[in-house]
């Protein structure tokens, strides 16, 4: 079948990393047409989505001439600084006692993010406690008992199938009691269109309002990068739910860049705060916008 | 601003403005084409496929006589269909049964994407099909996965053989021994969760291809995937030749254009996809289903299956026959509605329905909206229920006050119910159009 046979011609190239696309794109000597056709695939693979793509690139199309930018280099530099404002933001800085809910659709990595977090917070001197709300996926608290144990921290969990907002209830009891301060609730894997799983959500979350009012609360949504637009979606309904704070974006690690944070940006001012490069308990770090619009880029 | 529509309206856009006109000229096509990539794009499918997609239709449509032809547009649109459907695959095909037993089926895929569930719905339907088999736990990586599997393995009572933490290289071939000896026609294989450019990882996969020679290696991958789709399938599809894919989470509201990449990738067929999380949540991949979907179609044909899966045999047959002939009323409604329950509800539902797709969200919709509905219809006579036209004003407002609703809300009923029976004759008769 041709249409095979071209693609995967075409694929050769595809498969050389995201990166590669861009060096492609900034290597043509004029800023002409075929520049902007380069950087529109470039971003593209990236993940931005095509109106993210064709914003940034009319954005550069009226500041390259406005600038008299004529070096590729240049360019980079203004493109840069274009992908940086978009996703720079300005985190506050957590009050202890701080909780944090983790959230998301099935299989992003929820569960390994809160071993690491745990791991994170044990290593700056804290003490956690974690609440194993998924009560429903099959052996979701064996999971996380096993990372509770790595990062060297409590777990509260009931028997599957139980009431998750009642985990987290007794959570919130042991570690008000106990002075813990940092809680992090973990919690079952749910497509954001699955309405009652989000009122089960939105009642985790009532829950810890009427419970720990005053306390420092973020409530993080956890992102695939390999994931493409629907995140946008997810994040969305996700945020119209509980009022999400921001994103830990994980499998960094992959070839996928996550660029749909990007065109998530465009429409919420929701900060990444965390990204996943591994499956090691130590392989989460405080997300940084200028590194990680440099590992796309170089 | 609703900057992320889905496919399905993006493409009833695109062509929106052709439609119904006859002869399109060669610049008004590549306009159209250009907003198809737009919305290809939009819902992940590959930028080459995309462009490679276009080029082929566009050329295809300059090539033959459509432009200057009588409805063009719908012509055009047929072709973007079936091209679509041509490129996932012609029909849909079942999982190959070995010569000399047992079956062996290579579960494979990225960290998360859902090979432990699957595994359970293939074991479920395979017993179904009258198998005997045997659930091989080879994650020995991730925290408690041989644990979800025995967990999965009860729920689908199928056996599971496991060896905790050894080399899954080892335990796999006792697996297949195992099934030997005792009888098992059919292994699964479940092995972890990895990334497409794990060298030392995909080498095990490879070994473990190299022991059991397993009759499948299936790729169990994500539908939301974005552009990488491409390089996870091919790389996989390298190292591993794989037989087939299998999609997860279709019973999210991704457009799912990596279904489209991988397909055109590795030219493997797709052979069932998730559709929730519960075991019996699997289908059968129908790519003229999936095409339709994309298209913004509805997948009427699924939602018939699935009534008729839901209703007795018997029943769909006298349902299938009074649309035929019309004589569908309202008392068959009310079965139709009490039987929705048992189709998983109606959520699930509303993205199949043509000309609803896309256009009502989950938020428009509520269970007790439904118990108004058949509030309103107990509150009708026998009569009225079967020849729903002679309801007139005053009878109405009598419906309306014996069932606590408005007579506004009789009427929204009555109307959508004559719509619903006009679009129900059309599918039955194949005489449906694309809504656009
Ligand atoms: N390569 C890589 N894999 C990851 C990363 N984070 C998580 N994973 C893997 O992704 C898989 C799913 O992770 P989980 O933490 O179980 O995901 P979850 O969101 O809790 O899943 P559910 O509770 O089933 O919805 C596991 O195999 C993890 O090891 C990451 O940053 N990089
Ligand atoms: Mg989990």
Redesign the interface.
Known sequence: ?G??L???E??KK??ESISRKFFEAFKTKELDQKFYDALE?AL????M???ATENILNRLRTEIPSKKISKPEEAKTLLKKILLETIDYEIPNYEFPLLILISG?????KTTAVGKLAKLFVSQGKSVVIAAADT?????S??L???AERAGVRVISHSEGSDPAAVVFDTLISAKTKGTQVIIVDTAGR?????NLMEELKKINRVIDRELPNSDRRNLIVL?A????????QVEVFNEAIEIDGIILT?L????KGG?VM?IA??QNIPVYYAGVG?GIDDLIPFDAKDFIDAILD | MALFKTLSLKINHAFSKIKNKSGLTELELKEAMREVRMALLEADVNFLVAKEFINKVTSKAIGSDILRGLNSSQQVIKLVNDELVELMGSRFSKLMVSDSLPSVYMMCGLQGSGKTTMCGKLAKILAKDNKKVLLAACDIYRPAAIKQLQIIGERSKTQVFEKGQIDPIIISKQAVEYAKTNGYDTVILDTAGRLHIDEKLMEELRSIKLAVKPTEILLVVDSMLGQDSVNVADRFNQDLDISGVILTKLDGDTRGGAALSIKAICGKPIKYVGIGEKLEDIEPFHPDRMASRILGMGDVLTLIEKAQDAISEENAKKIAKKIKNSSFDLEDYLDQLNGIKKMGGMKDMLDMIPGLSGKVSAKDIDDKSFDRTKAIIYSMTPEERHKPEIIKASRRKRISKGSGTSVQEVNKLLNQFEQMKLMMKKVSSGKFKFPF
């Open positions: 079948m249409f095979f071209k693609l995967k075409g694929l595809t498969r695939v593209i693979s990236a993940d989505g095509y109106i659709v099935n299989g992003v990595g429903f996926r099959a052996a979701a064996e999971q008992e096993i990372w497509l954001h269109n699955k309405k695939d390999t994931t493409g637009q629907n995140a946008v979606r499998k690690d992959g070839t996928a749909v065109a465009e429409e499956e």
